[in-house]
């Protein structure tokens, strides 16, 4: 079953603007993590925030964290075309094996 | 390294049919992953195994799915007898440590359609 829900379901922005994608979950995790789908691929992995870290930075994206509210949000600054994808966020269950993944946020960046 | 290695890439069959998917893991992972993505349904963990042993099959959704794990680095996805409503992008993915703590690295998809 799936743990994560993204939102929005679809953003589009222009090139050189932010993008701010959403993730709430409803029980409690060990680690979130964010990940890309260019059309027609499989997924890439973007970044891990563990369960008590509040703020990671990777080059241009900002992932924050906020258990109390079992929510987190991934930012693209400066966004460019090629950051058009699909993002999802994805929640360790309980064991820590195995990752529930949201349906996704789908970014369209235009020239 | 190649990555996680999935074939065929586009699989279109008749209902009916038996139909397998291959993957081939990152070398040195222990943990493989299948999954299977649709517009309805989103992205679904169908099973998982470690060290080529099954740990989680729940998300298998019928007998009519198999999988299996004979070495490291090889791992098969079966469906018989293939129905119309299995048609989506099976992917494959492998990571060094348990899923939740550790990246996973995905393959690019096998299509499937079943007519």
């Known amino acids: 079953s799936q743990q994560g829900e993204e939102d929005p379901q679809a953003l589009s922005i222009q090139e050189g603007e932010n993008a701010t994608m959403n993730c709430s979950y409803k029980?409690?995790?060990?680690?979130l993590q964010w990940y890309r789908q260019n059309s027609g691929r499989g997924l890439v992995h973007l970044i891990l925030i563990r369960s008590n870290e509040r703020e990671k930075h990777s080059g241009r994206l900002r992932v924050t964290l906020d258990t109390s509210k079992k929510s987190s949000s991934l930012l693209i600054t400066a966004s460019r075309a090629a950051d058009t994808a699909s993002y999802f966020c994805?929640?360790?269950?309980?064991?820590?094996?195995?990752?529930?993944f949201g349906k996704g946020t789908s970014l369209l960046v235009t020239p | 390294d190649a990555g996680v290695i999935q074939s065929p890439r586009h699989e279109v069959t008749e209902m009916g049919q038996e139909v397998t998917l291959r993957c081939k893991p990152i070398s040195g992972h222990d943990y493989l992953f299948w999954y299977r993505q649709t517009m309805m349904r989103g992205l679904e963990l169908l099973i998982y195994?470690?060290?080529?042993?099954?740990?989680?099959d729940s998300g298998m959704p019928e007998d009519r799915f198999s999988a299996k794990m004979p070495n490291a680095s090889f791992s098969t996805l079966k469906i018989q007898p293939s129905e119309p409503r299995d048609s989506a992008v099976y992917f494959c993915a492998s990571s060094l440590n348990a899923g939740g703590r550790d990246t996973q690295y995905f393959g690019p998809g096998t299509r499937l359609t079943v007519l």
């Open positions: 994805a929640t360790d269950q309980g064991s820590g094996y195995a990752l529930n």
């Open positions: 195994f470690n060290n080529n042993v099954p740990i989680d």
């Open positions: 029980t409690s995790i060990n680690n």
